[in-house]
């Protein structure tokens, strides 16, 4: 399998609503992440990726500076930025494309310049444990969000 990542573009009138429409399957996203993920505004989106499989594209995520989880804990606005809307189709799960993903975003970031990155789940905490990420410590490594309880997680980027 040919394994290519590419920086999302912005104005990617194809890829932005296919990426949208995983997140809303996926998180229940808002309408408005087709528009923000067409805008790729500074001031929200970093960067955002996807990860294409023999010219499918099969996972994407990014790194982010406004996440959904700053509407009902701003205190968390303190820690960026975030890996956030990592996400590889259900068909392609079990073959460690997120985790090529996510080593590409860290690669990226660590680039860029971002000394530490932050990210928070409540269905892949051992994905990332076993890539090196660690809860925050005290209490703000859990946070209630979406009916769920999530682990919010920090690491200092590595190079692919």
């Not at 409540?122 to 990420?133: D, F, I, P, Q, S």
Request: aromatic share 10%; proline share 7%; charged share 20%.
């Amino acid at each position: 399998m040919e394994l290519r990542v590419e920086l999302l573009k912005p104005k990617d009138e194809v890829l932005a609503p296919l990426l949208s429409a995983w997140y809303q399957e996926e998180w229940q996203s808002m309408p408005s992440t087709t528009q923000r993920l067409l805008d790729l505004h500074p001031t929200e989106i970093v960067f955002h990726m996807v990860l294409f499989a023999d010219g499918v594209p099969v996972a994407a995520g990014g790194l982010h500076l406004n996440v959904g989880l700053l509407r009902i804990a701003p205190e968390y606005g303190k820690y960026q930025p975030w890996v956030a809307m990592l996400r590889t189709v259900p068909e392609f799960r079990g073959q460690n494309l997120g985790t090529s993903l996510l080593r590409a975003i860290e690669a990226k970031s660590l680039e860029l310049g971002y000394e530490q990155l932050y990210l928070y789940t409540h269905t892949a905490e051992k994905l990332y444990l076993r890539e090196g990420w660690a809860p925050l410590p005290g209490e703000d490594a859990h946070v209630f969000y979406k009916g769920e309880t999530a682990v919010v997680m920090h690491k200092k980027p590595q190079s692919a």
